[in-house]
Every structure is written in structure tokens, then in C-alpha cells.
């Protein structure tokens, strides 16, 4: 599965932004679709994620103003974030959980996109 996030950019406080996520490859064998992002100096934090069955979780941080969100056939996700903040500037990236056989299962990252957030 290959993945290609896109929609980063550069907004105010209290500003809305929407990140896509587009898939393709074996994308019925995805089980998991989320969002993790990495600010400068600190490790990579999940965001939020999606079970193909629409099971979602979010960090506390972000509970009430980003929303995950997915296409049913798994080719798209994305991430609406609102009211944001200056930490939410990161660089943020899509993932699919695959499993494409029982018993088999990992990661697949896309690239990067950079989210920055001015007072």
C-alpha cells in the first residue's frame, strides 16, 4: 500500500486546515487508517486513527477539534483540524495498518506534511 499525504500549509490560530490521504495498491487489506505527527524536538504521536470498522481514537490533545474521517473502499482519509493551536505545528503523516494475510500485519507511512501554526 502507497501513500500520498497532502494539504499541509501554513495558517493563524483559531484557523481550520484539512489533510488528505490518498491510497492505492492493496488498500482492502487495510485495517487501520490514522494520522501521527512529529513536532520539532519531540518523537511521533499518534494524532488520531480509524478501524476499517469506524472505531476512532484520538489524543487527548486534540479530542473535540480534529475529526478522522475515511472512504468507504479505504482509498482516502483525512483529517479536518480545527480551532488550531501553535502545537499543532508539526509534520504530519499518514499510515495505514495492513494486514494482508491473518496473522499479518504492519505499517505503511507516507511521506510527510508540514503543518505550521502562527499566533
Known amino acids: 500500500v502507497q501513500l500520498q499525504a497532502s494539504g499541509g500549509g501554513m495558517v493563524q490560530a483559531g484557523r481550520s486546515l484539512r489533510l488528505s490521504c490518498a491510497a492505492s495498491?492493496?488498500?482492502?487489506?487495510?485495517?487501520?487508517m490514522g494520522w501521527y505527527r512529529r513536532a520539532p524536538g519531540k518523537q511521533r504521536e499518534l494524532v488520531a486513527e480509524?478501524?476499517?470498522?469506524?472505531?476512532?481514537t484520538y489524543a487527548d490533545s486534540v479530542k473535540g477539534r480534529f475529526t478522522i474521517s475515511e472512504t468507504k473502499d479505504k482509498n482516502a482519509w483525512y483529517l479536518e483540524m480545527a480551532r488550531l493551536k501553535p502545537e499543532d505545528t508539526a509534520v504530519y503523516y499518514c499510515?495505514?495498518?495492513?494486514?494482508?494475510?491473518?496473522?499479518?500485519?504492519?505499517?505503511?507511512w507516507g511521506q510527510g506534511t508540514q503543518v505550521t501554526v502562527s499566533k
Open positions: 499510515s495505514a495498518d495492513v494486514s494482508p494475510l491473518a496473522g499479518i500485519q504492519y505499517k505503511n
Open positions: 495498491g492493496n488498500t482492502v487489506s487495510i485495517v487501520v
Open positions: 480509524i478501524t476499517s470498522g469506524g472505531i476512532t
